[in-house]
């Protein structure tokens, strides 16, 4: 017996996390759903997912949409599941994606649903998968919710690339701009200060304080570098913390213009989770429990996970949801025509559909806007820089003339 520690909720509204004692994390479901209670997360105690993940390796999200395709052709032929697993497998190459299938296959072999078996795999795979599996299993049309999940899975894949491959540019640019700056004011720059010392002249304003950071930088590049490096590395593991990440989620969303595209993006992501599980027959209680998570916003996430009580208590969706602050007028508004015309599906795939126009539409806006004004101020730096060296040049040259 291992034991399991088992995220509940019951019909009172309320949501406990118990430990159970069971086989296998599929038993432990079992027994908490026989008690009246609604399974969200089954972890094992002590279980560490980061240690797994190093240990097994990772899943590339390309291979899982293959071995999905792969998976939707077998069962449309009529093939079942557990032969459908040993056909896949015969043919897997990436050893960690083969583990992980053979583990899975054991289990339905042994009983568990297919669900049950890709949920034991922590959040090695996405949870809206299994959770879609699952309503698959409970509609009998694995293969359909199958194909909603894979179509969901390369929206939002082709969406993320497109705002990643936008936003390359600018970066390269502001990286070389550093990369320029930083010769300059560390190398090229403090050979003028000699220069200059050797002529015993009064120097320009301008000159005087670039020579003086130049000179700090040349001196203090390594403790600057070190400084650096440190805040970064100290930075970055508190950001991979709860906390921290939904901290800098919640600070994206203010940040003027780029705030109103990652907030979108939260927004499809929340509407095309939820209208997935809906469409494979997920009630809606748990299908906005499992869609909160899809949502890569931390910020955004914890704040639809505090609708989710409200909604089981049985307030209207598109009111809890308007409280939160964080969904659009439209959104809003159409959820509430589809809560009210039975079409709730319909109407967040519209919301999605929608936004993701809007998405590239404000990529382009800003692109246009930020190219331009990286290159003018990057100009305006290195030309202030050469001012800075060429002006007491040109005044020594009027002094020698005169």
Do not use: C
């Not at 896949?88 to 649903?113: A, C, F, H, I, Y």
């Not at 694995?142 to 894979?150: G, K, N, P, S």
């Not at 914890?302 to 659009?328: D, M």
């Amino acid at each position: 017996m291992t034991e399991f520690r088992v995220k509940v909720g019951w019909p009172d509204g309320s949501v406990a996390e118990q430990s159970v004692m069971a086989l296998d994390g599929g038993a432990a479901r079992l027994e908490v759903e026989r008690r009246g209670g609604h399974v969200f997360e089954v972890k094992r105690k002590g279980f560490s997912l980061a240690a797994s993940r190093a240990k097994r390796g990772r899943v590339k999200m390309n291979e899982f949409l293959i071995f999905n395709q792969e998976l939707i052709a077998l069962l449309k032929a009529g093939l079942p599941v557990v032969r459908s697993f040993e056909i896949l497998l015969e043919r897997q190459k990436n050893p960690t994606l083969r583990r992980v299938l053979t583990d899975v296959r054991e289990r339905v072999n042994s009983g568990m649903s297919i669900s049950e078996a890709f949920a034991e795999e922590g959040d090695l795979f996405p949870r809206l998968y299994w959770t879609s599996l699952k309503a698959g299993e409970k509609s009998g049309e694995i293969e359909a919710v199958l194909r909603r999940y894979l179509k969901y899975q390369k929206t939002v894949v082709a969406l993320t690339r497109k705002v990643v491959s936008t936003l390359v540019y600018p970066a390269i640019l502001i990286l070389l701009s550093i990369g320029l700056i930083t010769i300059l004011m560390t190398y090229v720059i403090p050979r003028f200060t000699e220069f200059f010392a050797d002529f015993n002249a009064d120097l320009p304003l301008l000159t005087v304080v670039v020579l003086g950071v130049a000179t700090f930088l040349r001196t203090h590049i390594l403790i600057l570098a070190a400084s650096i490096g440190g805040g970064g590395y100290l930075a970055s593991r508190w950001l991979k913390t709860t906390r921290g990440r939904e901290w800098f989620d919640g600070v994206i969303l203010k940040v003027p213009i780029v705030g109103g595209i990652f907030r979108r993006f939260a927004i499809t992501q929340f509407t095309r989770s939820l209208g997935t599980l809906l469409g494979g027959g997920t009630p809606l209680v748990p299908a906005l429990e499992n869609a909160s998570d899809a949502v890569g916003n931390r910020a955004v996430s914890r704040r639809v996970h505090e609708v989710v009580p409200r909604v089981r208590e049985g307030r209207e969706l598109w009111k809890t949801l308007e409280e939160t602050g964080i969904f659009t007028d439209l959104t809003i508004e159409m959820i509430k025509v589809g809560e009210s015309s039975g079409a709730l599906e319909e109407m967040l795939s519209s919301v999605s559909e929608f936004y993701d126009e809007e998405i590239d539409l404000l990529l382009a806006r800003v692109i246009s806007f930020v190219e331009p004004v990286i290159l003018v101020m990057m100009g305006g730096v290195i030309v202030t820089i050469l001012l800075s060296v060429y002006l007491p040049m040109f005044r020594l040259m009027s002094a020698i003339k005169s």
